[in-house]
């Protein structure tokens, strides 16, 4: 398994919440700080929230207060708990290291409509 795998994505209310995972097997990833992405159409790839082995977390400033990210090194996974969700929340996320070290998965669609 070269890519990571996102899962958890689906259609929601503004205001609902939604929670995404991530699993990647090795060694990479119990010694990285992972990083949460987001890209809406139209737009680049931007980083919405990381946490550091030590368990050190940033959050982009447009989802503060409304994201929780976090990581399970036993089960070689990360988790990002999203609440109030907002329209322009809207996009493909995807997980990665940092650094970007592995090749994108294929995401996990978040959409968020009435």
């Known amino acids: 398994q070269v890519q990571p795998v996102e899962s958890g994505g689906g259609l929601v209310q503004p205001g609902g919440s939604l929670r995404l995972s991530c699993a990647k097997p090795?060694?990479?990833?119990?010694?990285?700080?992972m990083a949460w992405y987001r890209q809406a159409p139209g737009n680049q790839r931007e980083l919405v929230a990381t946490?550091?082995?030590?368990?050190?977390?940033n959050y982009a400033d447009s989802v503060k207060g409304r994201f929780t990210i976090a990581r399970d090194n036993a089960k070689n996974t990360v988790y990002l708990q999203m609440n109030s969700l907002k329209p322009e929340d809207t996009a493909v996320y995807y997980c990665?290291?940092?650094?970007?070290?592995?090749?994108w998965g294929q995401g996990t669609q978040v959409t968020v409509s009435s």
């Open positions: 990665n290291t940092v650094t970007q070290v592995w090749s």
């Open positions: 946490i550091s082995v030590g368990g050190s977390i």
């Open positions: 090795g060694i990479i990833f119990r010694l990285n700080t």
